[in-house]
């Protein structure tokens, strides 16, 4: 009887543990990546994708923001892996205005949109093809820093310092 109580105690401490992921998926296609989608990929556009990395630039137009993304593979909970390498650029279209200084170059973001074009522009001395998506949903990922200590401690006593 112990042993069952034991078992389902820590079935109970790791479920309360797990974190959900930061954006709903339900309709996002999840297997399409913005290094896919180039000129030749029209057929993609109006679909619904899940993309994320760490924004190069943004930048408030007259009703929308545009965000410039270096894209990176996401982990389980939909963070950018920026130890992995990057697999392209994409341009990200949130209707309203977003604060440039919150959204800076080298934050991380995630985001649920739908395909709506491809953007040739200037990338240095290069043309380059960014494709672009509609904004749905944003996530703004904490600095590092600024994530709170998750670590659980058990016991009794004093502690001083870290």
């Known amino acids: 009887m112990t042993k069952l109580l034991t078992i389902l105690f820590a079935l109970l401490l790791l479920a309360g543990c797990s974190s959900k992921p930061a954006l709903p998926t339900a309709g996002v296609d999840l297997?399409?990546?913005?290094?896919?989608?180039?000129?030749?990929?029209?057929?993609?556009?109006?679909?619904?994708?899940?993309?994320?990395?760490?924004?190069?630039?943004?930048?408030?137009?007259?009703?929308?923001?545009?965000?410039?993304?270096?894209?990176?593979?996401?982990?389980?909970?939909?963070?950018?892996?920026?130890?992995?390498?990057?697999?392209?650029?994409?341009?990200?279209y949130q209707p309203g205005y977003l604060e440039t200084a919150d959204y800076a170059a080298g934050r991380q973001v995630s985001m649920v949109g739908i395909i709506s074009n491809i953007e040739e522009a200037r990338l240095g001395e290069h043309s380059y093809a960014y494709p672009t998506i509609e904004v749905e949903q944003l996530h703004l990922w904490p600095v590092k820093s600024q994530e709170s200590d998750t670590r659980l401690h058990f016991g009794i006593g004093v502690m001083f310092g870290r």
């Open 31 to 92: 297997a399409i990546k913005a290094s896919q989608v180039t000129v030749s990929a029209k057929p993609l556009n109006g679909t619904r994708v899940l993309w994320g990395g760490v924004i190069i630039n943004t930048t408030n137009l007259t009703d929308k923001t545009r965000l410039e993304v270096l894209a990176y593979p996401l982990d389980s909970k939909q963070r950018p892996q920026t130890d992995q390498p990057a697999s392209s650029r994409f341009l990200a």
